[in-house]
């Protein structure tokens, strides 16, 4: 059963518009929530995290959002640019905070176009 | 420097073969993870390890052991390499919240 779902496998958008990738989670004992970006041939870094209580956290062009109700989050990239091109995965902690393991989304490519 | 670096980077094995993937960092973390990366699967926990004294069992650990010989060194053994543990292997520490940082992987066929 997966606990955290990233429904587009790929996502493409022009240089400077914004990009949104999106990311669902089924168990309500998640409270922390990461984002990371892949490049190939590389390991995965992190972006941007954010905590089951605030709704928004903000990092430059980078912005995650969080709608617990829905148990739903997005990251948004404005202005979007061509070195942002990588797999992005959602991933979730949780069990009371001390849980220290990361359960992974399957991961969205986004293509920012010139 | 790398803070977490990982040997060997490619590997191609046979069938039956005896396979150590290690991981090293200097981070200063307590905290270990070894996960795979599967197309179209994103990353699986296969162990982690929070002190020298402490390992776990992650969601696909069957066909794998792990030895913490350090605070800074955690390996990954495949005692037996199968063809469908061919992946991309990667170590990560942590430490504090649970941010986790990644090595830049191991790229493993077994053939």
């Known amino acids: 059963d997966q606990q955290v779902k990233q429904n587009s496998p790929s996502l493409s958008v022009q240089e400077g518009r914004i990009s949104i990738l999106n990311c669902d989670y089924t168990n309500s004992m998640f409270d922390y929530f990461l984002w990371y970006k892949k490049y190939p041939a590389e390991g995965p870094t992190f972006l941007i995290s954010?905590?089951?209580?605030?709704d928004k956290n903000e990092d430059g062009r980078f912005t995650v959002f969080l709608n617990k109700s829905a148990k739903h989050l997005s990251l948004h990239i404005v202005p979007s640019q061509p070195g942002d091109s990588a797999v992005y995965f959602c991933?979730?902690?949780?069990?009371?905070?001390?849980?220290?393991?990361?359960?992974f989304g399957k991961g969205t490519l986004l293509t920012v176009n010139p | 420097d790398a803070d977490v670096t990982q040997t060997p980077r490619n590997r191609i094995t046979k069938t039956g073969k005896r396979i150590m993937l290690e991981c090293s960092q200097t981070?200063?973390?307590?905290?270990m993870y070894w996960y795979r990366q599967d197309p179209g699967l994103g990353l699986r926990l296969i162990y982690y390890s929070f002190d020298v004294k402490d390992i776990n069992k992650g969601e696909i650990s069957d066909g794998y052991s792990v030895s913490r010989q350090a605070q800074a060194k955690f390996s990954l053994s495949l005692e037996s390499a199968i063809p469908n543990q061919t992946a991309l292997y990667f170590c990560a520490t942590g430490q504090g919240k649970d941010t986790q940082y990644f090595g830049p992987g191991t790229r493993l066929t077994v053939l």
């Open positions: 981070k200063g973390h307590d905290r």
């Open positions: 954010i905590s089951s209580i605030k």
């Open positions: 991933a979730a902690s949780g069990s009371g905070g001390s849980n220290y393991k990361l359960t």
